[in-house]
């Protein structure tokens, strides 16, 4: 049998001339088949002359046996050519330049086979022995390549959940440690303190390392903690407990405390606020439950915008809605500003409304767009009254968001007068230029007519949202007979 080239250590059998000296080429390559997915036969200028597939991988790689007369160095992707090279430069010397001459260690390559599929192989060179042939036994490393590939791609999404969670934890500490409010964060069975916000610490009057760990109850006065027992045992059952004011351990300060309950995977936990008690004590808190609700109460909680502003538009005041309907970022104040920036489809629509409010007094349902400092603009609906007598001249506008209001059947009486099928029924009887035109002049007076709608007749105000010069409106008016549409508005 020839020398294959390898030591006697690294032998897997002890005596293979004993056992395998006898054996013929049609034994060796049934071994040769059962042993590698792929082996190549290749002489001495690296052409192969044979190739034996597994029985497994027999139809799947069928069109490998093309490789047969072209170089093996043709069947690699470009950058894979150096290691073929190098193997071939290997096996030709006897492993010379190695660290261990007779070791011929497994390299991996790729093959582009048709239709842009990379087929990834590890190759062990064998010497035949024999004019300088060599033998390539290959393993086929598709299946390690998707293992790795999903490994790769569980790791980046596992990164990106770091991130993620990293990012959201970072906004979360600066959200806690802004708060001017003390904020303590409790396990709710035991009270025990376990996360606090620096305004906490300021008010507690200790430091971080005495009030981590520590219970909260240690931290009121005696006769403070029955009423903190009871209000944690109220939130414990119904989320959140009524304010309680209660005294803390190191001085004679009354705060008010109120407690909500949150869960996190399987435990439960208590956030509580420590605030000064001179905004609820007692006396103020009846006077206003005999007085009742006042109307900027209500204001401010209703779910539509509200705006007060001056007679040229600039805001006095708004309610809560409006902020969160602007998308507003903490502690942007809205006072002073002019409500054209954000309302209109163009600096036109304040000026019609306020004109028309100087003028009625009253303006319903006007329909518009809300521009929001992120996202695209919204569709509204206005509703205002101006002011004029009180202490101070102002204007009222009602703002409700109409986006999400599903379309009224039958809004419009206009419809148009040619139906899909009958424009498209023009055709070869009429042409192009007349079609589009016809269609053209329909949508011209349509939106003409929309405008003027919307800017109650005001033919100036038209003209600027149609992006038309005034005399140009004034021509359109002419020729579709709509100059006598605005009544007797004027056209200023």
């Known amino acids: 049998m020839h020398n294959l080239g390898t030591s006697a250590t690294d032998q897997r059998f002890g005596a293979p001339q004993l056992y395998f000296a006898d054996l013929n080429a049609d034994v060796l390559a049934a071994v040769v088949a059962a042993s590698a997915d792929l082996a190549l036969v290749l002489d001495s200028q690296g052409v192969i002359r044979d190739i034996s597939l597994s029985s497994g991988r027999s139809q799947e790689l069928g069109e490998l046996r093309q490789w047969v007369g072209r170089r093996w160095i043709e069947t690699v992707t470009v950058e894979n050519r150096g290691k073929v090279n190098a193997m071939l430069a290997v096996a030709a010397s006897g ?31 064998v010497p035949m022995g024999v004019q300088g042939r060599l033998l390539a036994l290959g393993r086929d490393l598709r299946e390690v390549a998707a293992v790795q590939q999903r490994l790769v791609d569980a790791q980046q999404s596992m990164e990106r959940d770091y991130l993620r969670l990293r990012h959201t934890e970072a906004r979360y500490r600066l959200l806690f440690e802004a708060v001017d409010e003390a904020v303590l964060v409790l396990d709710a069975a035991s009270l025990v303190v376990f996360e606090h916000n620096a305004a906490a610490a ?76 001179r905004a609820t004590s007692p006396e ?19 779910p539509d915008a509200f705006v007060l502003t001056d007679m040229q538009g600039r805001i006095l005041s708004a309610n809560q809605a409006f902020s969160d309907m602007l998308q507003l970022s903490a502690g942007e104040s809205l006072q002073g500003q002019s409500l054209d920036r954000w309302l209109g489809r163009s600096s036109v629509d304040l000026n019609v409304l306020i004109t028309n409010l100087r003028q009625h007094g009253v303006l319903r349902l006007f329909p518009t767009t809300l521009r929001g400092s992120y996202g695209e603009p919204a569709a509204v609906e206005i509703s205002a009254v101006a002011v004029p007598d009180g202490p101070q001249a102002c204007l009222g506008f009602s703002i409700r968001d109409v986006a999400r209001r599903l379309p009224a059947e039958g809004r419009s009486n206009r419809q148009l007068p040619r139906s899909v099928e009958q424009l498209t029924g023009l055709v070869g009887r009429l042409p192009l230029k007349d079609i589009v035109g016809e269609t053209t002049d329909l949508i011209e007076r349509l939106c003409i007519e929309a405008a003027l709608g919307l800017t109650r007749d005001n033919r100036a105000s038209a003209a600027e949202m149609l992006g038309l010069s005034r005399q140009g409106l004034y021509m359109k008016l002419r020729r579709y007979g709509m100059q006598d549409s605005g009544g007797s508005a004027s056209p200023e």
């Open 95 to 125: 492993g010379a330049g190695t660290e261990n001459p007779g070791e011929r260690p497994a390299r991996q390559v790729t093959h582009a086979l048709s239709g842009g599929v990379d087929l990834p192989v590890s190759y062990n060179i």
């Open 202 to 277: 300021r008010l507690l009057g200790d430091s971080t390392k005495r009030i981590v760990g520590r219970s909260f109850a240690e931290l009121l006065a005696v006769e403070s903690q029955a009423e903190s027992y009871a209000s944690f045992s109220q939130a414990r059952s119904a989320g959140r407990s009524d304010d309680t004011l209660v005294r803390l351990a190191n001085g004679n300060t009354e705060l008010r405390l109120a407690a909500s309950l949150f869960k996190q995977d399987s435990s439960s936990s208590l956030l509580v606020r420590l605030s000064p008690a």
């Open 284 to 302: 103020r808190t009846a006077s206003r439950k005999a007085e009742g609700p006042s109307l900027p109460d209500v204001v401010n909680a209703m």
